[in-house]
């Protein structure tokens, strides 16, 4: 148990669909982070919130859109992804006033486009 | 920006044998945090040991220990008597904070495949 629970653990879906994938943390954090892990690649990092608000954002295509309602939720709503989005999906989360303290991440979301 | 460079995408060592994967990263900052993640086949990230480049000690946690050269910007892993529940992905992670409101940017290496044999 982890801390940061994200469903579903497997997705796949066409190129033409709308899905979210959604995070939940546990741990009184207050930033949360989305992660892309493709094959033979690092981690990218692909947005950041801190307090709710949107403070990175890594140059990630518009077909992905994500949402922190609150501190202990994060999702990212997927709509006419691409082949090559296929990879497995992290989210963390971290307390950002003690930025020696390390994120804590999810078992992650395994995506696949058809 | 910052980079992280693991040099060896495999390695495989026999159960009880001592590993070291090595790490290397790029960066202007003088103050920062560096980790070692293990990620097994559950998919799980999970923090296996960090340092803070001020502190001049190596951090050990059990195990695992690190080599922290700061003027070389290197970042070793030392894992001892290996087991076999080592067998993961370990990423190598460099990390300063974001400076608007403190949140955290992780650059994460390649990534090493260890493969501990019985």
């Known amino acids: 148990e982890t801390g940061v629970t994200q469903t579903p653990r497997h997705l796949v879906m066409g190129m033409t669909n709308k899905k979210s994938l959604k995070c939940e943390q546990h741990?009184?954090?207050?930033?949360m982070y989305w992660y892309k892990q493709s094959a033979k690649k690092p981690l990218e990092l692909m947005f950041v919130?801190?307090?709710?608000?949107?403070?990175e954002n890594n140059s990630v295509p518009s077909r992905f859109s994500p949402e922190c309602p609150n501190s202990s939720h994060l999702f990212l709503h997927l709509h006419t992804l691409q082949p090559e989005d296929s990879a497995l999906y992290l989210c963390?989360?971290?307390?950002?006033?003690?930025?020696?303290?390390?994120?804590?991440f999810g078992d992650g979301t395994r995506l696949s486009i058809l | 920006a910052q980079t992280v460079t693991q040099s060896q995408p495999e390695m495989s060592v026999q159960e009880a044998e001592t590993v070291t994967l090595s790490c290397t990263y790029d960066?202007?900052?003088?103050?920062?945090?560096l980790f070692w993640y293990k990620q097994p086949p559950s998919r799980q990230m999970i923090l296996v040991i960090r340092?803070?480049?001020?502190?001049?000690q190596n951090a050990t946690e059990n195990r695992f220990s690190v080599n922290f050269q700061k003027a070389a910007k290197s970042f070793s892993l030392k894992i001892s008597d290996s087991q076999l529940g080592d067998t993961a992905m370990y990423f190598c992670?460099?990390?300063?904070?974001?400076?608007?409101?403190?949140?955290?940017?992780?650059?994460f290496g390649q990534g090493t495949r260890l493969t501990i044999n019985p």
């Open positions: 963390a989360s971290s307390q950002d006033r003690n930025s020696n303290q390390p994120q804590h």
């Open positions: 741990l009184g954090h207050n930033a």
């Open positions: 919130y801190s307090l709710e608000e949107r403070v």
């Open positions: 960066t202007s900052e003088n103050n920062y945090y």
């Open positions: 340092q803070e480049a001020y502190k001049q």
């Open positions: 992670a460099f990390m300063k904070p974001l400076i608007i409101q403190g949140a955290q940017k992780l650059v």
